[in-house]
């Protein structure tokens, strides 16, 4: 079984300020990871995602993201962010065998203040 | 590519009817598709697997005879929400597995939302 937590209900940060949004997840087996963004009413849009490869991911929009094995985390992070960036950010892990389900995080909301 | 369809976006409905939420795969062809419920300000929990041709998998504590999911094509999958009630009224979203020589992902509805009065 796998788990995500995502440490931070609420990220409030400044416009052209930095942001990281922390991802930690935990699995028996080896896992795909993603980081989605949510507008109110909407579905989900995927950012980046890890698969393999290089641990450091770029994405949609200036968000990028690090895998770091030892540590178990997926952290987000954008240098510059702007009112628009105001959302719900989930984390997701995804088995990459058998029912290749994918469990989420409670989510983090981002919000930027002019 | 690997866009899903969702409908409808939004619907209300009496408490005692059903209600059938389509899910569909445009471009491409899913096997497999999930169904997660959402409710406000909280994540995605996911309600059930759903595959091509055979009975869905569902999650501990979710109804199966209270949602209903059918995945007859490799293009559509549908959830039934049977003898709807106020506590059933929530944000639905369907997602689709796909994968290709070169990529690999989720892609996912653009949600339902379900009111029950």
């Known amino acids: 079984a796998q788990s995500v937590t995502q440490l931070d209900s609420q990220v409030p940060v400044f416009e052209e300020a930095p942001v990281e949004l922390r991802c930690n997840y935990s699995s028996s087996v080896s896992v795909y990871l993603f980081w989605y963004v949510q507008y109110p009413n909407q579905g989900l849009q995927l950012l980046l995602k890890?698969?393999?490869?290089?641990?450091l991911v770029k994405g949609i929009n200036g968000f990028e993201a690090e895998f770091n094995k030892s540590q178990t985390s997926f952290h987000l992070r954008k240098p510059s962010v702007h009112i628009s960036d105001t959302a719900e950010y989930f984390c997701?892990?995804?088995?990459?065998?058998?029912?290749?389900?994918?469990?989420f995080g409670a989510g983090t909301r981002l919000f930027v203040k002019a | 590519g690997a866009v899903v369809s969702q409908h409808p976006s939004r619907v209300i409905c009496k408490s005692g009817t059903s209600v059938k939420i389509e899910c569909r795969s445009l471009d491409f062809q899913a096997t497999t598709m999930f169904w997660y419920r959402q409710f406000p300000k909280q994540s995605l929990m996911l309600m059930a697997t759903?595959?091509?041709?055979?009975?869905?998998?569902?999650e501990q504590g979710v109804e199966k005879d209270k949602f209903l999911i059918n995945h007859a094509s490799l293009t559509l999958s549908t959830l039934t929400v049977t003898s709807a009630h106020p506590e059933d009224s929530s944000f639905y979203i369907c997602?689709?597995?796909?994968?290709?020589?070169?990529?690999?992902?989720?892609?996912f509805g653009s949600g339902t939302r379900l009111t029950v009065v």
């Open positions: 890890y698969l393999s490869g290089s641990t």
């Open positions: 997701a892990v995804s088995q990459n065998t058998g029912g290749f389900k994918t469990i």
């Open positions: 759903s595959n091509e041709g055979s009975k869905a998998t569902y």
């Open positions: 997602s689709a597995r796909f994968w290709t020589d070169t990529n690999y992902g989720y892609t």
